[in-house]
């Protein structure tokens, strides 16, 4: 029989795990639950078949992160309500509800695989939150909610916070929590983790809210359990199974991933101003930029930019077909890039 897993094993396996849980409890205020839950997710469509993007989402800036994990939001919301979501909007540009997602994932997904796999979804969520995150995050739980309460002043989304403290570490080993400092309840969970709450390594860590309000999910998959409590079944989080390795996957030609944007006859901009306004606004997205070639004494009106990924595209669209930007107080429309077919 093979040994069980220690924690500190767990630990270093879900590395790249923690340090994006850790990133999104901290540097991005996102609320410490819900986060867990966003974790949980992506594990279980790794499970499923998706790729792995969490892998993905460490090398782009926090708005991308934000957004990829308000998506994820959305489809824990779908599988709660147990409500048909409705069709995406149709466009040119965007023709999914997870516009990020699936750019990351080149795979197709939408709200309505969430809805049509509600109950498989609420059992592998469940299971993930057991068997890894649970267990895995428990340290940088500690210490996020240690911190917490001397950062009741700073914005949700916004500025840094101040360094939790000594001997915080987002990979393999214990984050402490802060001397001292004491660990408000969990007040605001959703349904999913709010039966497990008092699982995540604190005592004090109790759901507040009368038994009746605790997971109305729970009835439709295990009516006599929580809807956590899975354990007779065995996990499919295999903690020495290969992570999904992204140069298997197809590449997205350049075009797929190209907007065209147009410059304001006499407002002329240089490519190193339209770069600078790319990378302060979405990162280090730009592989490359193609301006119009004209003679020196006159000025391009339009330009061609590669993205690393075609999910900044669909960001910056945000289902529109055209969006306008003013850099340095001169306007620039960019689209999606469509390149002529011979």
């Not at 489809?75 to 909007?89: G, Q, S, Y």
């Not at 990020?100 to 592998?124: C, E, V």
């Not at 910056?316 to 077909?321: A, E, P």
Request: aromatic share 6%; with cysteine.
């Amino acid at each position: 029989m093979d040994r069980p897993i220690t924690l500190d094993e767990l630990r270093c396996f879900h590395a790249l795990d923690r340090e994006l849980y850790s990133r999104m409890v901290f540097s991005m205020r996102r609320d410490i639950t819900q986060s867990m839950q966003v974790i949980a997710l992506w594990l279980w469509l790794e499970d499923v078949g998706y790729p792995n993007i969490i892998h993905k989402m460490l090398s782009l800036p926090d708005a991308v992160v934000n957004a990829v994990a308000d998506e994820a939001v959305q489809c824990l919301n779908c599988i709660d309500a147990n409500v048909a979501p409705p069709p995406p909007a149709q466009s040119s540009a965007c023709s999914t509800d997870m516009p990020l997602t699936l750019g990351l994932m080149n795979q197709d997904i939408s709200l309505q695989f969430f809805h049509d796999n509600r109950l498989t979804a609420i059992r592998g969520i469940a299971k993930a939150l057991n068997d890894v995150c649970v267990r895995a995050f428990d340290d940088v739980v500690q210490a996020a909610l240690a911190n917490a309460a001397q950062l009741t002043a700073a914005p949700v989304h916004g500025a840094r916070p101040p360094p939790v403290g000594e001997g915080v570490n987002v990979g393999a080993t214990m984050m402490t929590p802060l001397p001292g400092a004491e660990l408000p309840a969990v007040n605001s969970l959703h349904p999913l983790i709010r039966s497990f709450a008092g699982r995540i390594g604190d005592p004090r860590l109790v759901a507040v809210g009368e038994a009746d309000n605790v997971v109305q999910l729970s009835s439709a998959v295990y009516p006599h359990q929580p809807l956590v409590r899975l354990d007779e079944e065995p996990s499919n989080l295999n903690p020495n199974a290969q992570s999904w390795n992204s140069t298997s996957t197809e590449e997205v030609p350049p075009d797929d991933r190209t907007m065209f944007i147009t410059f304001s006859k006499g407002y002329p901009l240089s490519e190193r101003e339209v770069i600078d306004f790319f990378k302060s606004n979405y990162g280090d997205c730009i592989e490359a930029i193609r301006m119009q070639e004209v003679p020196p004494s006159m000025q391009p009106l339009f330009a061609r930019l590669v993205f690393r990924s075609a999910s900044t595209i669909a960001m910056i669209l945000d289902g529109k077909d055209k969006v306008k930007f003013v850099i340095n107080g001169k306007h620039v429309w960019a689209r999606i890039f469509v390149p002529k077919r011979n």
